[in-house]
């Protein structure tokens, strides 16, 4: 029980690797705030899931894009559990397409999701997160990949790492904050759209010949949200199977 009595809000956790994230950490006696934006039904299907295993979990919807959503998301999960220890910044969106291709929207929607969400939800936690508590936030190893296509989406990730080396030398009261680069995993969001042979040629990308499950990567995010790891701080730990 790493996190027993700890409080966690996972952004974006009614499914993939924030699922994953959500039950691992509940599993490991935290209690868990799993927060969406649209997926209500696979919320609820989250939460059944920690129950089941004998955790506690409530679920909060809240656009991260969305400051005063932001504001509410905080302030319940203090007023449902009395504090927040841990904050995971999983919520995020991907789509891939050459740069000439993007629209204005397309831009607006990666950078407000991805970037903005992170910003809004590490102002919360500056006076609202308990002291000596985690911060992880989610990059990606596409910002060193520089794969075609994937142009936007690595610029908010480049951006989501610059805002966590910073603000770990700001935030201070024992607070330490990491980001984590997952590479390919199989997840809903990551394999739309994608051909068998693309698959194939990306997980042949790594040492171990197969994209990541979610579990490979909510194994670290536990790591980063106990307590052994409260040395590590404004770092960016790459968790792809040696891609890159």
């Not at 010949?209 to 790891?229: C, W």
């Given at each position: 029980?790493?996190?027993?009595?700890?409080?966690?809000?996972?952004?974006?956790?009614?499914?993939?690797?924030?699922?994953?994230?959500?039950?691992?950490?509940?599993?490991?006696?935290?209690?868990?705030?799993?927060?969406?934006?649209?997926?209500?039904?696979?919320?609820?299907?989250?939460?059944?899931?920690?129950?089941?295993?004998?955790?506690?979990?409530?679920?909060?919807?809240?656009?991260?894009?969305?400051?005063?959503?932001?504001?509410?998301?905080?302030?319940?999960?203090?007023?449902?559990?009395?504090?927040?220890?841990?904050?995971?910044?999983?919520?995020?969106?991907?789509?891939?397409?050459?740069?000439?291709?993007?629209?204005?929207?397309?831009?607006?929607?990666?950078?407000?999701?991805?970037?903005?969400?992170?910003?809004?939800?590490?102002?919360?936690?500056e006076s609202k997160l308990a002291d000596n508590g985690n911060i992880i936030n989610f990059s990606s190893s596409t910002v060193k990949l520089m794969?075609?296509?994937?142009?936007?989406?690595?610029?908010?990730?480049?951006a989501v790492e610059q805002m966590t080396r910073v603000f770990s030398k700001e935030i201070g009261r024992g607070i330490s904050v990491n980001a984590i680069a997952p590479g390919p995993t199989e997840t809903e969001l990551f394999l739309k759209g994608k051909?068998?042979?693309?698959?194939?040629?990306?997980?042949?990308?790594?040492?171990?010949?197969?994209?990541?499950?979610?579990?490979?990567?909510?194994?670290?995010?536990?790591?980063?949200?106990?307590?052994?790891?409260?040395?590590?701080?404004?770092?960016?730990?790459?968790?792809?199977?040696?891609?890159?």
């Amino acid at each position: 029980m790493r996190l027993k009595d700890k409080v966690v809000i996972v952004t974006g956790s009614s499914k993939g690797i924030g699922k994953e994230v959500a039950i691992l950490l509940a599993d490991n006696g935290a209690k868990v705030i799993v927060n969406y934006s649209n997926s209500d039904a696979e919320a609820k299907a989250t939460i059944n899931i920690i129950k089941d295993n004998g955790g506690t979990a409530f679920a909060i919807k809240a656009d991260v894009s969305q400051k005063d959503d932001v504001i509410q998301l905080f302030d319940k999960t203090i007023e449902i559990f009395g504090k927040v220890d841990v904050l995971v910044n999983n919520a995020g969106v991907m789509a891939s397409k050459k740069l000439k291709d993007n629209t204005e929207e397309d831009f607006d929607h990666h950078f407000n999701v991805n970037v903005k969400g992170i910003f809004n939800t590490l102002q919360e936690a500056e006076s609202k997160l308990a002291d000596n508590g985690n911060i992880i936030n989610f990059s990606s190893s596409t910002v060193k990949l520089m794969l075609p296509t994937y142009a936007i989406y690595s610029a908010t990730k480049a951006a989501v790492e610059q805002m966590t080396r910073v603000f770990s030398k700001e935030i201070g009261r024992g607070i330490s904050v990491n980001a984590i680069a997952p590479g390919p995993t199989e997840t809903e969001l990551f394999l739309k759209g994608k051909t068998p042979e693309f698959i194939k040629q990306l997980s042949s990308m790594n040492a171990f010949n197969r994209l990541a499950k979610p579990i490979d990567i909510a194994q670290v995010v536990l790591f980063l949200a106990s307590d052994e790891s409260k040395w590590i701080s404004g770092q960016v730990i790459g968790a792809n199977g040696a891609m890159v």
